[in-house]
């Protein structure tokens, strides 16, 4: 640029020269921009539809969602201001320094200690900013593994649920009793089935039916809750994974004995405290006749995964004089979808062919229920991600630009004696010191950002030191890794090449 100067370049083929460099780059970037956002819409997409779209069915859930033309023209508008501003910048400085002074320069000797700071302090600003954005993903990553897999009292995997409309069988409600265990039988013997079951409801399945209970020698407050009632078939806690922590299983041999009925732990624990409630008998509002207490299991949440499991009574479907189960559940030893069709086809056989109205599996399901926790984490995440790329590309231009600028002085360190590992560790420190300074930083923006979020999105574990410390190190790694090649570029130097540099 000095050259240029001194044989009479005027400032306007400066500045067109370094805004058509700054431009190209800029409409590079913005295409793999315009990419990226396509990849990105694409995946909330599929997130806002996941537990949605049924197997095997024609016409899955479809969302229609596209890039927005306003959004990405105002983006576009940025990405062309931010080429033309930044192009602008180094035109004006290389015409406005004297060239004489420029092409005397050589080394370090015309970088001020201004310009070194200035651009370390971008680096620092970055990782800080990189810090808080992945301290927040980290959060809401968390947030969202505890949701899924933390305190559920089922296994959410291998599972295959079927929806089945009584109305399209054929049969009346007191008549499905035989057809449904047939169905079991044969659904049973399906390769690679485990086990199935019939319910009226199935975990985080939406409202389900409550009644007050009324426990013999139990008193109940005035202000006493329903409690959650589900009618269900034998192994039905076998199919869903839910522990039996006392007394026996519901059996098909139960039907035309004494009714049967099996409680979770937070309604005995409610209404008995320590002891256990095996062989306590209970009625329900509105019914006459009561049922024996033959099992106690493991909470299960059904309603929500936000909340702790509410006290709940199992009872026997098939010793009801009508079903009000409708919910097939099947295990599997491999993925659900592996047996949905066998398991479409022995259902159609027994019923009408439009009987089954729905097949899906309980992580789809539970997953439709997290669909806000799961976008926020996957964009937290992204962000973090970008943030983190962002600060280690920065590093790297400026330690690669840094390393260029000191090669004859390396060389000189070199020719004294100086070893590769010594050069290496030298710009590694350098690099180590801009983050570790970014960390100071942003490690107090981060935990005032927890506060924040605990204060947006309810339940999220912000007390823990893990988020901070894992967000730490990625972004020491990621200074490191970054500083590696300039590093390495610097060890190789030629002592003798490097001394005749000007």
């Known amino acids: 640029m000095a050259v240029r100067v001194s044989v009479g370049a005027s400032p306007w083929r400066l500045v067109r020269q370094?805004?058509?460099?700054?431009?190209?780059?800029?409409?590079a970037g913005g295409l793999l921009g315009i990419g990226i956002a396509y990849l990105g819409v694409m995946t909330l997409v599929r997130i806002l539809t996941s537990g949605r779209a049924m197997m095997g069915f024609p016409g899955p859930v479809q969302l229609d969602a596209r890039l927005d033309t306003e959004a990405l023209l105002f983006t576009t508008v940025v990405a062309l201001a931010a080429g033309v501003v930044f192009g602008l910048a180094p035109a004006w400085y290389a015409f406005a320094g004297a060239p004489v002074t420029s092409l005397r320069e050589t080394g370090t000797a015309g970088e001020t200690r201004s310009k070194r700071l200035f651009g370390q302090g971008l680096i620092v600003a970055q990782v800080s900013i990189s810090m808080v954005l992945l301290t927040a993903s980290a959060l809401f990553i968390n947030h969202l593994s505890n949701l899924r897999n933390v305190g559920l009292g089922f296994d959410r995997k291998s599972v295959l649920l079927m929806t089945i409309d009584p109305s399209r069988t054929g049969y009346t409600p007191e008549q499905l009793s035989r057809p449904y265990r047939e169905l079991l039988a044969r659904i049973s013997a399906i390769p690679h089935v485990q086990s199935a079951t019939f319910?009226?409801?199935?975990?985080?399945h939406g409202a389900g039916a409550s009644r007050f209970v009324n426990m013999e020698g139990i008193t109940e407050p005035e202000d006493r809750r329903r409690t959650l009632v589900n009618w269900v078939a034998p192994k039905y806690f076998e199919t869903f994974g839910t522990p039996l922590i006392a007394g026996r299983d519901l059996a098909f041999e139960d039907d035309g004995r004494a009714r049967v009925a099996i409680i979770n732990r937070a309604a005995e624990k409610h209404y008995f405290g320590d002891d256990s409630a095996i062989g306590h008998r209970f009625t329900l509002e509105g019914q006459n006749y009561h049922y024996d207490v033959v099992g106690v299991v493991g909470d299960a949440k059904y309603l929500t995964l936000h909340e702790q499991a509410p006290p709940t009574v199992y009872l026997n479907v098939f010793q009801g004089s009508r079903m009000v189960a409708n919910r097939l559940s099947i295990r599997t030893t491999v993925g659900p979808a592996a047996v949905a069709g066998d398991a479409r086809r022995a259902a159609s056989e027994m019923f009408k062919d439009d009987s089954v109205t729905s097949v899906t599996t309980l992580e789809d399901q539970v997953d439709a229920e997290i669909v806000p926790e799961r976008m926020v984490a996957v964009l937290s995440a992204m962000f973090g991600a970008l943030g983190a790329a962002l600060a280690g590309l920065g590093l790297y231009g400026l330690l690669a630009y840094t390393v260029t600028r000191r090669t004859n002085e390396i060389g000189v360190r070199m020719a004294l004696g100086a070893r590769t590992g010594s050069v290496i560790a030298m710009v590694l420190k350098s690099a180590l010191a801009l983050v570790i300074g970014g960390l100071a930083v942003g490690i107090p923006l981060a935990l005032a950002g927890r506060r924040v979020i605990e204060g947006l999105v309810a339940n999220v574990a912000v007390d823990s030191a893990i988020p901070i410390g894992a967000s730490a190190a990625?972004?020491?790694?990621?200074?490191?890794?970054?500083?590696?090649?300039?590093?390495r570029r610097a060890a190789?130097?030629?002592?003798?090449?490097?001394?005749?540099q000007d």
């Open 18 to 27: 370094m805004v058509t460099e700054s431009m190209l780059l800029a409409a």
């Open 199 to 204: 319910s009226a409801v199935t975990p985080i």
């Open 474 to 487: 990625a972004m020491i790694l990621i200074g490191l890794i970054s500083a590696f090649v300039p590093a």
């Open 492 to 500: 190789m130097v030629d002592p003798t090449v490097a001394l005749r």
